[in-house]
């Protein structure tokens, strides 16, 4: 107990102060008590100091006063912390020796952190004999029961007190994003009900059931470009305001709550940080390693290039997928030619022309699952590229080194998902009315559609290929966290059947070793997850939050699609993290980080996206926003230029507006911090006070 309660006023953790009584639920409490799962009950809080530690509750029971996710925390801090050096070694310019270096030199082989077991009731420590009738307590299925439960609210408090505080944010943040996507999931549907009535309105069925099947497919796509079409990607606009608006408030009263305010201002150096020089501290005047700050700039120039390089064979990507349509639309390859035994001019004709436009279809199809590939696969390849260049970067921060490993896979992951979807949209017409790619005049990117003037409409294919995006990006999330855990899974039980011999025995009694022994080997073989375990959680919902606020326009049933994903797969998350892959050392954050600047950036190029879609794409809007009342009359005709030039200024003046009103932080917490600063400083002297929060432990959402 003392050495993590040393450990924890070194690392400068809040601890609960000692509670004097409960507060009364509020009204928003009990309007929502039945879809809460937890009960918590939060106290003021203060600096841990050992010696004044009779001051915190829960100090009585030195065996559970660190929560299970603190305890592995603290330990973790301790042993990477902990110099194994019997003297100092300049000559690396490395501070501490400690797990970290001690595993890169082969002193050990693996290292991870068990779950926890099935305890009698607040077991004090393993293997110690307690009484038989005492409640068997399993956190791991607490946890699971509450969680699993798909119309409450998530355990966060749980979640937090097991994982840690960066687990926590992302459940939090992936909560209220699928409690918000719950409004433009409705209006959508409405939308594309309404687009099928538009287009049954609009296509003459008769001429339709006369004409070929292509033709009468592409006819179809009026469902997604109707008269709601503007109302709805005005809403999407606004939408993504309010998420994010309302997201700052949830993560300042979850941060307020679970005392990391100051996390990133108390933040210690990155145990694997070296130093190429030593300079002594200003603050406590000791020497120090330190990292020159021009190396770091040289080294981030070097990676900016790669990250260029990169885009580049994205950009090379997409064009080789557009000379393989071309291609093969010229060639007619995926259609076998007609067989014109015994017709005449007229039919084979018809016949040619029906091959020619099954053969653009299924171009079209095949095209946009290579596009899709192709993104995956250099996706895949670039992602170790990016962890390789950030380590080598050396942040002196996890912080830092986070957020610069996501700036380069975002960047990377922004172009290869969307470069596609932005030629199509604003340059595929221009390349099908061309004279043809490298001097011939059958190798034209064709669209496959024309409207009433016979120019080239290209929405159908872009609808098309954010409808395949949408449904083929978590094809491999669910093969990597489902398909491939269980297969290592069923190989692992296997292999044990003559591998049983793995773990030596420790220094301890017959059955207790055996005991320790089967829990290590237990864990061992379970699936060792990413290092960080939210950094492609929160790339793959934020690559989908960009297709819905870039492209959700032409494609209404878009949040449908993402709903659905992210409540099967918050769910997949939640079980295999608890019981297929080893557990996470527990690590600690203040919020989503630079996550939440992500979304905002999508948010703004979002609505540039949307008003150039509105006037230069969807063609058929035409007839809504600024078609003429008659031939001779055009006083209300508008340039494409002027639509949306209109559209993004509305939307950009109605967003500021949103953001204006609603504050970032909520006037209860804000009261409360302020209560609380005040009642910390007399808290030494006059004893324990409690915190004012509901039963339930926290601030709830409010949309």
């Given at each position: 107990?003392?050495?993590?309660?040393?450990?924890?006023?070194?690392?400068?953790?809040?601890?609960?102060?000692?509670?004097?009584?409960?507060?009364?639920?509020?009204?928003?409490?009990?309007?929502?008590?039945?879809?809460?799962?937890?009960?918590?009950?939060?106290?003021?809080?203060?600096?841990?100091?050992?010696?004044?530690?009779?001051?915190?509750?829960?100090?009585?029971?030195?065996?559970?006063?660190?929560?299970?996710?603190?305890?592995?925390?603290?330990?973790?801090?301790?042993?990477?912390?902990?110099?194994?050096?019997?003297?100092?070694?300049?000559?690396?310019?490395?501070?501490?020796?400690?797990?970290?270096?001690l595993k890169l030199k082969g002193v050990y082989t693996d290292v991870f952190i068990l779950h926890d077991r099935p305890s009698t009731l607040h077991r004090r420590k393993a293997f110690k004999e307690v009484d038989e009738d005492l409640k068997v307590v399993d956190p791991r299925t607490e946890l699971w029961d509450s969680w699993k439960l798909w119309y409450k609210f998530q355990p966060l408090w749980k979640i937090r007190n097991y994982f840690g505080e960066k687990i926590a944010f992302y459940f939090a943040w992936i909560e209220l994003y699928i409690m918000t996507l719950i409004l433009p999931t409705i209006f959508g549907i409405v939308v594309f009900a309404y687009g099928i009535r538009f287009a049954g309105n609009e296509i003459d069925l008769e001429k339709a059931a006369n004409e070929s099947l292509t033709t009468a497919l592409y006819s179809a796509f009026t469902v997604f470009n109707n008269p709601a079409t503007p109302w709805f990607s005005l809403a999407l606009c606004i939408w993504g305001t309010l998420f994010v608006e309302q997201w700052k408030r949830r993560s300042n009263s979850l941060k307020y709550e679970w005392d990391v305010s100051n996390f990133e201002q108390l933040e210690p150096d990155r145990p694997q940080f070296y130093g190429s020089?030593?300079?002594?501290?200003?603050?406590?005047?000791?020497?120090?390693?330190?990292?020159?700050?021009?190396?770091?700039?040289?080294?981030?120039?070097?990676?900016?290039?790669?990250?260029?390089?990169?885009?580049?064979?994205?950009?090379?990507?997409?064009?080789?997928?557009?000379?393989?349509?071309?291609?093969?639309?010229?060639?007619?390859?995926?259609?076998?030619?007609?067989?014109?035994?015994?017709?005449?001019?007229?039919?084979?004709?018809?016949?040619?022309?029906?091959?020619?436009?099954?053969?653009?279809?299924?171009?079209?199809?095949?095209?946009?699952?290579?596009?899709?590939?192709?993104?995956?696969?250099?996706?895949?390849?670039?992602?170790?590229?990016?962890?390789?260049?950030?380590?080598?970067?050396?942040?002196?921060?996890?912080?830092?080194?986070?957020?610069?490993?996501?700036?380069?896979?975002?960047?990377?992951?922004?172009?290869?998902?969307?470069?596609?979807?932005?030629?199509?949209?604003?340059?595929?017409?221009?390349?099908?009315?061309?004279?043809?790619?490298?001097?011939?005049?059958?190798?034209?990117?064709?669209?496959?559609?024309?409207?009433?003037?016979?120019?080239?409409?290209?929405?159908?294919?872009?609808?098309?290929?954010?409808?395949?995006?949408?449904?083929?990006?978590?094809?491999?999330?669910?093969?990597?966290?489902?398909?491939?855990?269980?297969?290592?899974?069923?190989?692992?039980?296997?292999?044990?059947?003559?591998?049983?011999?793995?773990?030596?025995?420790?220094?301890?009694?017959?059955?207790?070793?055996?005991?320790?022994?089967?829990?290590?080997?237990?864990?061992?073989?379970?699936?060792?997850?990413?290092?960080?375990?939210?950094?492609?959680?929160?790339?793959?919902?934020?690559?989908?939050?960009?297709?819905?606020?870039?492209?959700?326009?032409?494609?209404?049933?878009?949040?449908?699609?993402?709903?659905?994903?992210?409540?099967?797969?918050?769910?997949?998350?939640?079980?295999?993290?608890?019981?297929?892959?080893?557990?996470?050392?527990?690590?600690?954050?203040?919020?989503?980080?630079?996550?939440?600047?992500?979304?905002?950036?999508?948010?703004?190029?979002?609505?540039?996206?949307?008003?150039?879609?509105?006037?230069?794409?969807?063609?058929?809007?035409?007839?809504?926003?600024?078609?003429?009342?008659?031939?001779?009359?055009?006083?209300?005709?508008?340039?494409?230029?002027?639509?949306?030039?209109?559209?993004?200024?509305?939307?950009?003046?109605?967003?500021?507006?949103?953001?204006?009103?609603?504050?970032?932080?909520?006037?209860?917490?804000?009261?409360?911090?302020?209560?609380?600063?005040?009642?910390?400083?007399?808290?030494?002297?006059?004893?324990?006070?409690?915190?004012?929060?509901?039963?339930?432990?926290?601030?709830?959402?409010?949309?």
């Open positions: 107990m003392s050495c993590l309660g040393q450990a924890a006023e070194r690392a400068r953790l809040s601890m609960p102060m000692k509670k004097i009584e409960d507060e009364d639920e509020g009204l928003w409490d009990r309007l929502t008590g039945f879809f809460e799962t937890d009960q918590e009950v939060d106290f003021i809080s203060a600096p841990f100091r050992w010696d004044k530690k009779e001051l915190f509750a829960g100090i009585e029971d030195p065996d559970t006063f660190f929560r299970s996710s603190l305890r592995s925390f603290l330990t973790h801090h301790i042993l990477i912390r902990t110099d194994v050096s019997k003297k100092k070694d300049t000559s690396d310019g490395i501070n501490i020796r400690g797990l970290n270096y020089k030593t300079r002594k501290n200003p603050i406590t005047e000791e020497e120090e390693w330190y990292y020159p700050f021009y190396r770091l700039y040289l080294k981030i120039s070097f990676s900016v290039l790669t990250i260029l390089f990169m885009v580049l064979l994205v950009i090379a990507s997409t064009l080789g997928v557009i000379v393989f349509r071309a291609a093969f639309n010229a060639g007619n390859y995926l259609v076998a030619p007609p067989d014109t035994t015994g017709m005449n001019e007229a039919e084979i004709k018809a016949a040619n022309i029906t091959r020619e436009e099954t053969n653009a279809l299924y171009t079209s199809i095949v095209s946009s699952v290579l596009n899709a590939v192709a993104i995956m696969l250099l996706g895949f390849v670039y992602e170790k590229l990016a962890y390789h260049l950030t380590n080598w970067e050396n942040h002196r921060t996890q912080t830092a080194y986070d957020d610069a490993l996501i700036i380069k896979l975002f960047a990377f992951q922004f172009v290869n998902n969307y470069a596609s979807l932005i030629y199509i949209a604003f340059f595929k017409e221009g390349v099908s009315g061309s004279e043809g790619m490298f001097g011939n005049s059958d190798w034209k990117d064709t669209c496959g559609y024309t409207d009433s003037s016979g120019a080239p409409l290209c929405y159908p294919m872009l609808v098309l290929q954010v409808a395949v995006l949408l449904i083929m990006k978590p094809m491999p999330k669910f093969f990597k966290d489902v398909i491939i855990p269980f297969l290592l899974h069923f190989w692992a039980k296997f292999r044990s059947r003559d591998n049983n011999d793995n773990v030596e025995a420790v220094n301890a009694g017959p059955e207790k070793t055996k005991e320790l022994i089967d829990i290590i080997e237990e864990d061992r073989k379970l699936i060792a997850g990413d290092t960080d375990f939210t950094l492609s959680e929160y790339t793959e919902k934020c690559i989908m939050y960009g297709i819905i606020m870039l492209f959700g326009t032409v494609f209404p049933l878009a949040p449908l699609v993402a709903l659905i994903c992210n409540m099967v797969d918050v769910r997949v998350d939640g079980y295999r993290i608890l019981w297929k892959n080893r557990r996470y050392i527990a690590q600690r954050a203040e919020d989503i980080g630079i996550w939440q600047y992500i979304l905002e950036l999508l948010n703004m190029v979002g609505v540039v996206v949307n008003s150039l879609i509105l006037a230069f794409t969807l063609k058929g809007s035409e007839s809504i926003i600024y078609k003429p009342v008659s031939d001779s009359d055009s006083s209300n005709q508008y340039e494409p230029w002027m639509v949306a030039f209109a559209f993004e200024h509305v939307c950009f003046a109605l967003k500021f507006i949103v953001s204006y009103i609603i504050p970032d932080v909520p006037s209860d917490v804000q009261f409360k911090m302020r209560k609380e600063q005040f009642q910390v400083n007399q808290l030494f002297e006059k004893g324990p006070l409690k915190k004012e929060t509901g039963a339930n432990g926290g601030a709830n959402p409010t949309v």
